[in-house]
T-cell receptor, first 112, second 112 residues
Framework: QKEVEQNSGPLSVPEGAIASLNCTYSDRGSQSFFWYRQYSGKSPELIMSIYSNGDKEDGRFTAQLNKASQYVSLLIRDSQPSDSATYLCAVSGGYNFNKFYFGSGTKLNVKP | DAGVIQSPRHEVTEMGQEVTLRCKPISGHDYLFWYRQTMMRGLELLIYFNNNVPIDDSGMPEDRFSAKMPNASFSTLKIQPSEPRDSAVYFC??????????FGPGTRLTVL
């Protein structure tokens, strides 16, 4: 079992819709959770971090964490074509908080 | 502020040659990570340092790979001898404590 699981997609949504990206993890001791955006041919870019259960909003992005169910999600409101990218979920190790485990990423396509 | 700096951005070499990748982390960050990304295996952690000391090198594929961090502002990843299967994008990332990691632009390595 992989430490972090993501649906590879592609997830296609129309412009202006809400895109919902999901991630599950296996280590119950994990404390830190991150979402990265990676455009084709570019490096991963940190867009959200969340450390406690519940929602965290930043502009059009909302990260949601449910430690009991071991999942993390990212909602993108009013999706734009420029949001088309691969979104990587990263989870810290339960023992080693500084070691991140990355999912394989979900490719998002926002259609104009 | 300057982000993580990597050089070279592209490297093409022949099998058997030595390859050295370089990284300058964000000033003040105390963790430095080396990752490799391929389509097949996704983003893999190779090794990471804390305050210039290697902490976990369990991701280093084999003895052909070595990494050093002689000071807080410089790290190298060396492959000797290189093989075609080493072809990938190599990323360096840095962080402050267990906060999010910031990635450099990457080095695209092609071994012929």
């Amino acid at each position: 079992q992989k430490e972090v699981e993501q649906n590879s997609g592609p997830l296609s949504v129309p412009e202006g819709a809400i895109a919902s990206l999901n991630c599950t993890y296996s280590d119950r001791g994990s404390q830190s959770f991150f979402w990265y955006r990676q455009y084709s041919g570019k490096s991963p870019e940190l867009i959200m971090s969340i450390y406690s259960n519940g929602d965290k909003e930043d502009g059009r992005f909302t990260a949601q964490l449910n430690k009991a169910s071991q999942y993390v999600s990212l909602l993108i409101r009013d999706s734009q074509p420029s949001d088309s990218a691969t979104y990587l979920c990263a989870v810290s190790g339960g023992y080693n908080f500084n070691k991140f485990y990355f999912g394989s990423g979900t490719k998002l396509n926002v259609k104009p | 502020d300057a982000g993580v700096i990597q050089s070279p951005r592209h490297e093409v070499t022949e099998m058997g040659q030595e390859v050295t990748l370089r990284c300058k982390p964000i000033s003040g960050h105390d963790y430095l990570f080396w990752y490799r990304q391929t389509m097949m295996r996704g983003l893999e952690l190779l090794i990471y340092f804390n305050n210039n000391v290697p902490i976990d090198d369990s991701g280093m594929p084999e003895d052909r790979f070595s990494a050093k961090m002689p000071n807080a502002s410089f790290s190298t990843l060396k492959i000797q001898p290189s093989e075609p299967r080493d072809s990938a994008v190599y990323f360096c990332a840095s962080s402050l404590g267990s906060q999010g990691q910031f990635f450099g632009p990457g080095t695209r390595l092609t071994v012929l």
